[in-house]
């Protein structure tokens, strides 16, 4: 208590000076464009180079006085009800967050803030995204104090004893580490084409700054007639084998991007179980500490991939109410094996589906109206392409997607599927990379039927979920089994009340 | 829980959904009678199918969408159920709702219908609306719903 009482006596506060730094750099990675911009349009003019300096200076100027006026007029203050962030130059915004609604405080260290020992403080209220209440930039102390003392008011609002929850002391045990050798492994899964995309777009983008024009062909021809005349004159043997170092080249340019965003996100991935939820840390250059409470968790994916299936990978996440970076699921173990994977469910009070649960399948009405729709368009757009299209090979490749369509459909029909017991809701969903989803039926809040004019006609419904933080919903049901299920699952959820739900 | 009779709207939302209509139908009658003034074709060539056709969907629809929608309130839940095409069947049980809007526009207000507007954590059906209630009943229901809300903290 004192800690948060002196807290609260301390009054107003600043962000730590170097945040301005921070701030500033930050500001003139976004400056560079239009200094290049600048460079590049003062070649056109005849003054010399010292007028081009004075206006990168000045670009460089004006974004250091941005942030000093901006940490100038940034203030935070941790009050006895609530925390307050104001801030703003000319129009100032006042954002006040009670405890109670704050689901949980992470701190955020981006390269630049890490070199100079600051971290970005965000409150999470479960607004998502940008309505989130950040503090940028204090010390790392600061933020973890400050997570503490948010945390101690908060439990404090909700009429926890103080002193009870401070003898427990913040012991982690360690649920899941990742390191680099399974990093490797997880980094081949992830192998990716972006970087292929992001060169090809680079060579167009910046092609103004080649001493050549990438693009025409009559120029290449010219270049080649030179010097590399001779690649010509090797003939077919040497071109197959260029074809395949280029191939080669482009795989392991895919498998490298893999591995380093791998790398760069979940280096030291660790999960701890403390007494204040899960706590999460990773990342190499942005390292990122995500606390998240137990109760919060309000239900559990397990997925997987076409193959690292094949070899028992698989990734957990949670669904809760506060966000993660770009998604909305935290992922606690994104490269598992289910052994592994079992014991962290265990902790966040969900079990997997045992032998004997009861699977229920969509009606094949369904995935057959599914079928037709995907397959019918496409197999008259085959049909008409046979007839009037130059290439048989049109025709044929629209039918073979129609066809794909439609086993694809079968396949989903026949492993599809979903199982209500007497705590929780599961979902399999996908054919060759099935997604596992649990749901706790009391941390459910609304329950809806929908049925289109065809689901009318064929006697199937959907039964959709309202749950906090994520999306959980089964397309064509029969109605019969729908209304079943949401009279079981809304019995259980109206006989607990939202307040008194496990907190 | 299906077979229970639905409670039905206030009629005066019929005469809504009407005059909103005939307001969404006000431009493109004006764009109607341009092109009649204008001459390109016959007379009544644009007016008579635009007026046929929104004098139907001013009579017909706002009727038959009265008829298809429908609300219970039990004990411990309220059930919506909208749709004349794609039929919804929403059920949100109050001790889930987060918190509670009851909203009236212009026109509603002039007739004493209001909107109530449940909203819940869930990201799927984060705000149930049930629109067409007497205002009365409105806030009687408000009332009853805020009193199962026991605290709205999250």
Not at chain 1, 266 to 272: C, E, G
Not at chain 1, 383 to 411: E, N, T
Not at chain 2, 77 to 82: A, G, K, N, S, T
Request: net charge positive.
């Amino acid at each position: 208590m004192s800690e948060a009482q002196a807290e609260i006596e301390q009054g107003w506060q600043r962000t730590h000076p170097l945040a301005m730094v921070a701030g500033a750099i930050a500001a003139l990675k976004n400056a560079i464009f239009p200094i290049i911009a600048v460079m590049f349009g003062s070649q056109a003019m005849d003054r010399g180079s010292g007028f081009l300096f004075l206006i990168v200076l000045a670009i460089i100027g004006i974004n250091l006085l941005a942030a000093w006026l901006g940490w100038l007029r940034l203030r935070y203050r941790v009050g006895a009800d609530d925390i307050r962030v104001e801030k703003g130059l000319v129009s100032r915004s006042a954002r006040s967050v009670p405890y109670e609604r704050i689901q949980d405080v992470s701190l955020e260290q981006k390269p630049i803030p890490r070199l100079l020992g600051l971290t970005e403080v965000r409150f999470e209220t479960g607004a998502g995204g940008k309505d989130e209440l950040r503090l940028a930039y204090v010390t790392l102390e600061e933020g973890e104090r400050l997570r503490e003392v948010v945390r101690d008011l908060r439990d404090e609002a909700q009429g926890l004893e103080l002193a009870e929850k401070k003898q427990r002391e913040e012991q982690g045990e360690l649920l899941f580490h990742m390191g680099p050798e399974r990093l490797l492994k997880f980094g081949m899964f992830e192998f990716s084409l972006v970087a292929i995309a992001v060169i090809g777009g680079a060579a167009q983008q910046f092609d103004f700054l080649l001493p050549f024009d990438l693009w025409d062909p009559e120029g290449w021809e010219e270049r080649l007639a030179g010097p590399g005349d001779w690649l010509a004159g090797l003939g077919w043997a040497s071109r197959i084998v260029g074809a395949i170092i280029a191939f080669i080249a482009l795989v392991g340019i895919g498998f490298v991007t893999g591995i380093a965003r791998t790398f760069l996100r979940d280096w030291d991935f660790r999960l701890d179980r403390t007494l204040k939820g899960f706590r999460r840390r990773r990342g190499l250059l942005t390292k990122t500490d995500v606390v998240m409470p137990v109760h919060r968790v309000q239900a559990t994916v397990v997925d997987t991939g076409i193959l690292r299936r094949i070899f028992g990978w698989h990734g957990l996440s949670f669904i809760s109410l506060a966000q993660d970076a770009k998604s909305a699921n935290h992922s606690v173990a994104p490269f598992a094996q289910m052994d592994e994977i079992a014991p962290i469910l265990e902790v966040a009070k969900f079990d997997l589906p045992a032998a004997d649960t009861k699977w229920h399948r969509a009606s094949a009405d369904y995935y057959l109206v599914r079928a037709l729709f995907g397959a019918v368009p496409f197999t008259i757009g085959g049909m008409v392409a046979l007839v009037f299209a130059p290439s048989v090979w049109i025709g044929f490749g629209l039918i073979g997607v129609a066809g794909f369509i439609a086993l694809r459909a079968h396949y989903l029909w026949r492993y599809e599927r979903h199982a209500v017991d007497a705590r929780q809701i599961m979902s399999r969903r996908g054919w060759l990379s099935p997604k596992l989803k649990l749901a706790d039926r009391v941390k459910l809040h609304s329950v809806e039927i929908s049925q289109g004019p065809l689901a009318k006609w064929c006697g199937y419904a959907d039964l959709k979920f309202g749950l906090a933080g994520g999306t959980l919903s089964f397309g064509g049901l029969p109605l019969a089994e729908a209304q079943e299920m949401r009279a079981a699952v809304l019995s259980s959820i109206a006989s607990v009340d939202f307040s008194r739900l496990p907190r | 829980m299906e077979d229970k009779p639905l409670t039905k709207l206030d009629p005066a939302y019929v005469t809504v959904m009407r005059i909103q209509t005939l307001l969404f139908s006000l431009p493109f009658v004006a764009g109607a009678l341009a092109g009649e003034v204008g001459n390109l074709l016959f007379t009544g060539a644009f007016l008579v199918p635009v007026v046929l056709v929104f004098a139907l969907l001013a009579i017909m629809v706002p009727l038959r969408r009265f008829n298809a929608r429908g609300y219970d309130m039990g004990e411990d839940r309220l059930r919506v159920v909208r749709g004349l095409m794609f039929r919804a069947d929403t059920v949100v049980p109050f001790s889930r709702v987060q918190h509670i809007d009851v909203e009236q526009g212009p026109l509603e207000r002039a007739f004493g219908i209001s909107r109530l507007i449940l909203h819940t954590a869930g990201t799927h059906n984060a705000s149930v609306t049930l629109p067409g209630l007497k205002h009365e009943d409105a806030v009687a229901m408000r009332e009853e719903i805020r009193a199962h809300v026991k605290r709205e903290t999250m």
